[in-house]
Nanobody, 129 residues
């Protein structure tokens, strides 16, 4: 069992930046990801990273603007968000999936909600002038 706690959300003007953090209890052997959700819509994939940190993927709407990275020594996942747009407004969720110590586990990241085992409570990001 792992617990995930997000932080760093808030109100920012269009064009601004925010950095989200997600601290995971337990070991770092988890592939991790960020998703977001707005009322009445399905949870949307934002970014994902393998447990090694060397393999990453991004949703089309955030490519080139968001960066996902992790510090395994601190059991912490980050999402650096730049050039924010009003359409980025959402609750952002951190997710984790158990990964094995194999080479496959080291390089794999996941992009769908169903693939993840654990979720945080979410942090609100609002982009508005």
């Amino acid at each position: 069992q792992v617990q995930l706690v997000e932080s760093g959300g808030g109100l920012v003007q269009p064009g601004g930046s925010l950095k989200l953090s997600c601290v995971a209890s337990g070991s770092s052997l988890y592939a991790m990801g960020w998703f977001r959700q707005t009322p009445g819509k399905e949870r949307e994939f934002v970014a994902a990273i393998s447990w090694s940190g060397g393999y990453k993927g991004y949703g089309d709407s955030v490519k080139g603007r968001f960066t996902i990275f992790r510090e395994n020594a601190k059991n912490t996942l980050y999402l650096e968000m730049n050039t924010l747009k009003p359409e980025d407004t959402a609750v952002y969720y951190c997710a984790a999936k158990s990964a094995g110590r194999s080479y496959s586990g080291m390089i794999t990241y996941y992009t769908t909600v169903e693939q993840y085992d654990y979720w945080g409570q979410g942090t609100q990001v609002t982009v508005s002038s």
